[in-house]
């Protein structure tokens, strides 16, 4: 029993040193929130997407956007998951392959001006690679909240936020306090 002990809690205190680094990245962050902030300010959408864990995350940034984060007076945003669709991404992925699932979402969905975040712990897979791709050929801008030193589809963001671990719990937990850091700023200037 006492070993386990031990191992949890050098997971809480490895979580609680990767959080505390993200003051210290506040004023990325801060770009990130503001760049979302205008976008959906001046009647742009929100597009979300991430595989597994983060594509939990990408769900939970879309829907405090549609429906509410602490404010009840705020007007609902227009935010898409591109994850949540489970018809959509095993029609895409049957008919053409899994790396597309996001691809041809952001293709039928993105309008210049729109923002893609993509959660992703590694920063290697290929379907948000090409989703950011065709975000970017679209006009639309890309933001990625990332891990494991960013990946390769750090190259292929105009705003990136990558998270100082290798385990991929922190990385997910510290995405869930950046984006709800985004969205407090949020709601701070939304009507």
């Given amino acids: 029993m006492s070993n386990n002990h031990h191992w949890m809690l050098a997971c809480v205190e490895d ?43 990408a769900l939970h940034l879309a829907e405090e956007l549609t429906g509410r984060y602490s404010r009840a007076d705020r007007r609902a945003l227009p935010a898409i998951c591109l994850a949540a669709d489970g018809t959509a991404l095993t029609c895409i992925a049957n008919d053409w392959d899994f790396g597309s699932v996001f691809s041809r979402q952001v293709e039928a969905f993105a309008q210049s001006g729109d923002v893609l975040v993509v959660f992703s712990s590694s920063g290697n897979s290929e379907n948000l690679i090409r989703a950011c791709q065709i975000m970017r050929q679209r006009g639309g801008k890309v933001i990625g909240l990332l891990g494991k030193g960013g990946g390769k589809n750090l190259a292929h963001c105009d705003q990136a936020l990558v998270i100082n671990s290798s385990r991929t719990a922190a990385i997910q937990e510290a995405h869930e306090v950046v984006l709800h850091l985004m969205l407090e700023y949020l709601e701070k200037y939304c009507d």
């Fill in 15 to 57: 979580s609680s040193r990767v959080i505390g680094e993200l003051s210290r990245q506040l004023p990325q962050i801060t770009t990130i929130a503001e760049m979302v902030t205008s976008a959906l300010l001046n009647g742009k959408k929100l597009l979300t997407a991430g595989n597994g864990g983060s594509a939990a995350a």
